[in-house]
């Protein structure tokens, strides 16, 4: 069974790096794409971006400037950087595994996140 | 990006009810949907993939349908455990986008 676990500081000061970590099991991180994603108070999910194929990322272009997506294979763990945060950046934190199916050629006739994480809640605040 | 429009953002129904809850995209998405469950401080639950096919192990009560831009999840006969926010998701063109979610709690 495939499970995730957020892991972060709950606050962070504006200006600064934030960092999550998204721990795996069941599940080689080498093996599949895993995303971030996140939901402001009362907005809606907003997708970060992901990781696959032990390095090759894709960001969302409203947060590409300021975001970094690794992952340390010998932990089985993914990571989330976001620099010069500001309040907007306040949300509970997803890390979630991205699926393909019925794929063939390197083509997937359907895409969708199939495990997600409990979340964690990260404060912008002074 | 390509919006996504849920409706109602909310309703109140009763155990053993039928819902239906209906997601719009923004441009033609084929049927590149899909649809969840979450349950607040737990994990979202994916339901509904591809617009219709159900994801193994998810009760059959749920069905989900459509194509191009107009969607609808259907909860045939509502279970205490349904009580939730349900979300809808493109997967056609990155960045994927969400729907805002409708929550369906108690009558």
């Known amino acids: 069974q495939v499970q995730m676990q957020e892991l972060g500081p709950g606050l962070v000061k504006p200006s600064e790096t934030l960092s999550l970590t998204c721990n795996v099991s069941?599940?080689?991180?080498?093996?599949?794409?895993f995303s971030w994603i996140r939901q402001p108070p009362g907005k809606r999910l907003e997708w970060i971006g992901h990781?696959?194929?032990?390095?090759?990322?894709n960001y969302n272009p409203s947060l590409r400037s300021r975001v970094t997506i690794s992952v340390d294979t010998s932990k089985n763990q993914m990571t989330l950087k976001l620099s010069s945060v500001s309040a907007a950046d306040t949300a509970v934190y997803y890390c979630?595994?991205?699926?393909?199916?019925?794929?063939?050629?390197?083509?997937?006739?359907?895409?969708?996140?199939?495990?997600w994480g409990r979340g964690t809640l990260l404060t912008v605040s002074s | 990006d390509i919006q996504m429009t849920q409706s109602p953002s909310s309703l109140s129904a009763s155990v053993g009810d039928r819902v239906t809850i209906t997601c719009r995209a923004g441009?033609?998405?084929?049927?590149?949907l899909n649809w969840y469950q979450h349950i607040a401080r737990g994990a979202p639950k994916l339901l509904i993939y591809?617009?219709?096919s159900l994801q193994s192990g998810v009760p059959s009560r749920f069905s989900g349908s459509g194509s191009g831009t107009d969607f609808t999840l259907t909860i045939s006969s509502l279970q205490p455990d349904d009580f939730a926010t349900y979300f809808c998701q493109q997967s056609y063109i990155a960045p994927w986008t969400f729907g805002q979610g409708t929550k369906v709690d108690f009558k």
């Open positions: 979630a595994r991205y699926r393909g199916r019925d794929c063939a050629g390197g083509m997937c006739n359907y895409w969708y996140f199939d495990v």
């Open positions: 990781i696959y194929f032990k390095g090759r990322t």
């Open positions: 069941g599940a080689s991180i080498s093996s599949y794409y």
């Open positions: 591809g617009a219709s």
């Open positions: 441009q033609n998405i084929t049927t590149s």
